[in-house]
């Protein structure tokens, strides 16, 4: 079993619409969680991060996170066209702290 | 423009050559990573350093090896690539000794073709 798992996709939304994207983890140790995003052929950008139980929002996107049912997503309010890419989710595990997971990621296309 | 630069962009390699790809950053970030990305698999973590004269395996490590002799560059070498290695690399970097909360800014990518 992969340490993050997430549904690869695609998911098609279209432009307006709220994208959901969710993410779940397995070790409950894990301590962060975020959300990246990857356009084709480019590095993965940070979108946001979260480490307490509930919702964090900035500006069109929330992340929710749920440690009790290891679940973490992410909303996109009002999507566009140029949310079009793959979101990564990643959690950090282990006592360095430095021990990052990626699931595999999710690939959105917001249809105009 | 401040960030992360990786070489090569991309490299054409012969089983059982050595290689180094290099990673450099000026942004004085503490913590440096090396990480690839295979379709299907997402990215996966090969090694990391928490700060310059430190290093530490991640899910990975396997035929890598990674050195940190100062807090800029952290190149990572295949001793003996394999077809196996072919991936595109992501390099990045955080603030943070211990990662935690810290922002991870990523490289360019290499992208790497064992033979």
């Known amino acids: 079993q992969k340490e993050v798992e997430q549904n690869s996709g695609p998911l098609s939304v279209p432009e307006g619409a709220i994208a959901s994207l969710n993410c779940t983890y397995s070790?409950?140790?894990?301590?962060?969680f975020f959300w990246y995003r990857q356009y084709s052929g480019k590095s993965p950008e940070l979108i946001m991060f979260i480490y307490s139980n509930g919702d964090k929002e900035d500006g069109r996107f929330t992340a929710q996170l749920n440690k009790a049912s290891q679940y973490v997503s992410l909303l996109i309010r009002d999507s566009q066209p140029s949310d079009s890419a793959t979101y990564l989710c990643a959690v950090n595990i282990g006592d360095t702290g430095n021990q990052f997971y990626f699931g595999t990621g999710t690939s959105l296309t917001v249809i105009p | 423009i401040a960030g992360i630069t990786q070489a090569p962009t991309s490299q054409i390699l012969a089983a059982g050559r050595r290689m180094t790809l290099r990673c450099t950053q000026d942004m004085r970030h503490n913590a440096m990573y090396w990480y690839r990305q295979d379709l299907g698999l997402g990215l996966r973590l090969i090694h990391y350093s928490n700060t310059a004269g430190t290093t530490g395996k991640g899910e990975v490590p396997d035929g890598y090896s990674v050195s940190r002799a100062n807090t800029d560059d952290f190149p990572l070498t295949l001793a003996s690539a394999v077809p196996s290695q072919t991936s595109v690399y992501f390099c990045?970097?955080?603030?943070?000794?211990?990662?935690?909360?810290?922002?991870?800014?990523f490289g360019p990518g290499t992208r790497l073709t064992v033979l």
């Open positions: 070790d409950r140790g894990s301590q962060s």
């Open positions: 990045a970097s955080s603030d943070s000794e211990t990662g935690g909360l810290d922002t991870q800014y």
